[in-house]
């Protein structure tokens, strides 16, 4: 199985299922097909997407997502696959068990890991961490003190070489390029939680009423900094300005396929993300005790 993430974005497009294939056509142009057992994450941003209801079961049945994305590059709704694993009923229960303390425990193991992350990113981009690694100890149970916001506050004016730049989901760019990648980003651990037999709504920290996946907000944040990488190495060379086009997308969507040197191993980002969700759900079972995200470096010569 290989880990596709095909996106639909431009000119009206049909879909439907042929042989265990999804195919794609558009009026004057051959046919296009890719087998669903590869396609990881289906990414609709074209509002004139046609589609029959074989091609959402197929990609679901094959452990597939499928994303419709609203005007901004954000997630307006996602179809997951939930009949992934063989003790998944369980999980569910164990999830919806989950004690306090043990919530706390993972969210702290999860911050660290996010600022640590954000530090090394840093360091990388423009020769120092900002102090990042020592924030990422006093994180504690739960992050009372709010370290995770702090960190946020060092870091987004140094990684784009840019004092007045502000996260925000609607902001100017290069927000959307950072909002088209974490989507990217989303999907892929909203597929990964199912494939473990976690359902991506019982959150740990995340708790929004209107996010659906919160489960899937939390265990990205560790992430996060690998769409970061890929929109400042965009905006550097490029005018962030302009729209999202067909380039940039692709830049970004490779840094969600690249291989990345992962605590000494070369592995891709949907084999780590698979990896962590499996460690995620034996921890909420009981299975294991400790957490602990795996620290994810520069990608692979090639890639």
């Given at each position: 199985m290989t880990e596709r993430i095909v996106e639909l974005a431009e000119g009206p497009v049909r879909l439907h299922v042929r042989n265990?294939?999804?195919?794609?056509?558009?009026?004057?142009?051959p046919e296009v097909s890719t087998p669903l057992a590869e396609i990881a994450?289906?990414?609709?941003?074209?509002?004139?997407?046609?589609?029959?209801?074989?091609?959402?079961?197929?990609?679901?049945?094959?452990?597939?997502?499928?994303?419709?994305?609203?005007?901004?590059?954000?997630?307006?709704?996602?179809?997951?696959?939930?009949?992934?694993?063989?003790?998944?009923?369980?999980?569910?229960a164990k999830q919806a068990e989950l004690g306090q303390p043990l919530r706390k425990r993972l969210w702290q193991e999860i911050v660290r890991a996010k600022i640590?992350?954000?530090?090394?990113?840093?360091?990388?981009?423009?020769?120092?961490?900002?102090?990042?690694?020592?924030?990422?100890?006093?994180?504690?149970?739960?992050?009372?003190?709010n370290v995770e916001a702090q960190a946020a506050r060092?870091?987004?004016?140094?990684?784009?070489?840019?004092?007045?730049?502000?996260?925000?989901?609607?902001?100017?760019?290069?927000?959307?390029l950072l909002n088209y990648g974490y989507t990217v980003l989303r999907a892929?651990?909203?597929?990964?939680?199912?494939?473990?037999?976690?359902?991506p709504s019982f959150g740990l920290k995340h708790s929004n009423r209107y996010d659906t996946f919160s489960l899937a907000s939390d265990l990205m944040e560790p992430f996060r900094p690998l769409v970061d990488r890929a929109v400042a190495l965009w905006v550097r060379d490029h005018d962030p300005a302009l729209p999202v086009g067909r380039e940039a997308k692709s830049f970004l969507i490779g840094a969600i396929q690249s291989r990345y040197d992962i605590e000494g191993e070369e592995r891709t980002?949907?084999?780590?993300?698979?990896?962590?969700?499996?460690?995620?759900?034996?921890?909420?079972?009981?299975?294991?005790?400790?957490?602990?995200?795996?620290?994810?470096?520069?990608?692979?010569?090639?890639?």
């Amino acid at each position: 199985m290989t880990e596709r993430i095909v996106e639909l974005a431009e000119g009206p497009v049909r879909l439907h299922v042929r042989n265990e294939q999804l195919i794609v056509s558009r009026q004057g142009q051959p046919e296009v097909s890719t087998p669903l057992a590869e396609i990881a994450v289906l990414l609709l941003s074209q509002p004139h997407a046609q589609m029959t209801q074989a091609v959402l079961s197929g990609i679901a049945l094959a452990g597939g997502t499928v994303v419709i994305c609203d005007s901004h590059y954000l997630p307006a709704g996602m179809l997951l696959p939930l009949q992934s694993h063989f003790v998944q009923t369980e999980r569910f229960a164990k999830q919806a068990e989950l004690g306090q303390p043990l919530r706390k425990r993972l969210w702290q193991e999860i911050v660290r890991a996010k600022i640590r992350a954000q530090g090394r990113l840093l360091e990388e981009l423009r020769g120092a961490h900002a102090g990042l690694s020592a924030l990422a100890a006093r994180v504690g149970s739960g992050d009372p003190e709010n370290v995770e916001a702090q960190a946020a506050r060092r870091y987004w004016p140094v990684v784009f070489a840019n004092l007045a730049f502000h996260r925000a989901r609607d902001g100017p760019p290069p927000n959307n390029l950072l909002n088209y990648g974490y989507t990217v980003l989303r999907a892929a651990v909203s597929r990964a939680l199912c494939g473990a037999g976690l359902h991506p709504s019982f959150g740990l920290k995340h708790s929004n009423r209107y996010d659906t996946f919160s489960l899937a907000s939390d265990l990205m944040e560790p992430f996060r900094p690998l769409v970061d990488r890929a929109v400042a190495l965009w905006v550097r060379d490029h005018d962030p300005a302009l729209p999202v086009g067909r380039e940039a997308k692709s830049f970004l969507i490779g840094a969600i396929q690249s291989r990345y040197d992962i605590e000494g191993e070369e592995r891709t980002l949907p084999d780590t993300l698979g990896r962590t969700s499996a460690a995620l759900a034996r921890v909420i079972g009981g299975e294991q005790e400790r957490f602990a995200v795996p620290e994810v470096g520069p990608p692979c010569p090639g890639e």
